[in-house]
């Protein structure tokens, strides 16, 4: 029994860590120059039918703004619970946000979607400022923003 139970725990070690791999992931974001204050930024995964799954990363730290990421905030009410350790400074204009996640192997090309939304004080919001399939061959590549974002990349 003992080499049965010993056997079964070695198999489960070795098996479960394939059906769980996750890998970092580098999210770029690059702002325009766009003439305002710091951008707030929603980064969030979004499902095949967009609809929205868990946040990756929220630039700029004073909730009352939160509501300006308006696709973000519908999906999340901006409660706390969403957003715990992952908040960082909101980020300038033509500045950089390079922030690093571990996401699951089985959500790259399986429908999932990499969603921001964008808001600056005095200038328009933009939800859905950029939203990229999450696939392999599509790491690296530059994407555009509508609005503020100039360049927004995803590698390993």
């Known amino acids: ?3 049965l139970i010993s056997g079964l725990a070695l198999s489960a070690a070795l098996v479960l860590p394939e059906l769980v791999m ?3 992931v580098t999210l770029t974001t690059t702002l325009r120059n766009y003439g305002g204050d710091g951008a707030y930024l929603a980064l969030y995964l979004t499902d095949a039918s967009g609809a929205y799954v868990r946040t990756l990363w929220v ?6 703004y939160y509501k300006h990421l308006t696709d973000w905030y519908r ?3 901006g409660r706390q619970a969403h957003i715990n350790g992952i908040t960082g400074a909101s980020v300038g204009a033509g500045r950089d946000l390079k922030v690093t996640v571990d996401l699951a192997d089985t959500l790259f090309d399986a429908g999932y979607k990499l969603t921001l939304d964008a808001a ?4 328009r919001d933009s939800p859905r400022e950029v939203s990229v399939p999450l696939t392999n061959t599509g ?3 530059s994407i555009s923003g509508r609005r503020y974002i100039d360049m927004f990349t995803y590698g390993f």
């Not at 630039?59 to 009352?64: I, R, T």
């Not at 600056?120 to 200038?123: N, P, R, S």
Request: glycine share 14%; aromatic share 0%; proline share 5%.
């Open 22 to 24: 996750a890998r970092p």
């Open 59 to 64: 630039a700029g730290k004073k909730s009352k």
């Open 1 to 3: 029994m003992k080499k």
């Open 139 to 141: 790491a690296g590549q």
């Open 75 to 77: 999906a999340t009410g």
């Open 120 to 123: 600056v004080e005095d200038m």
